[in-house]
């Protein structure tokens, strides 16, 4: 196996699952005493062009964001197309999904980690950049997110 696959130790968010993202973003506001954030769609199908286990999906999400510091907390409300969020959500309810890492070439990225064991399990666009999800729970109980932004 090649010595840290990512180029990068340092996690730049925390992925949570949740069925109510007003709810759930509410209570993490009045938790931190903090400005409840305002959640938003992911972009259109057209746009995310997301693929989940290798084929075209139109799933969508509505996503919330609190900056903790040197961390970033993303709250996902998965619709109800086929996603890895979705997917999750149906098969262990609520909670942990995954932790991300910002790093440079995703194409080689995901073939390396691939080459490791670690197949890609999904990944779209986002204004601005995009991003993967690795199947790395069988080894770190976690998906891994390798996220690129456009420079």
Known sequence: MDGNLLGNRVITQIG?????????????????GVEKPQWFWTDAPEVARTEFRGASSDARAKLAFLDMGSLQLELIEPDAN???WRESLDQNGEGF???AFVID????????????????????????????YMDTFQDLKVLIELLENDR
Do not use: C
């Open 16 to 32: 949570l699952l949740v069925n109510d993202i007003d709810k759930t973003s509410e209570a993490y506001a009045r938790f931190f």
């Open 97 to 99: 999904h995954h932790i």
């Open 82 to 84: 086929p996603s890895t």
């Open 105 to 132: 070439g995703m194409k080689e990225k995901i073939e390396l980690l691939g080459r490791n064991g670690y197949p890609l399990l999904q990944k779209g666009e986002y204004t601005g950049g995009r991003y993967a």
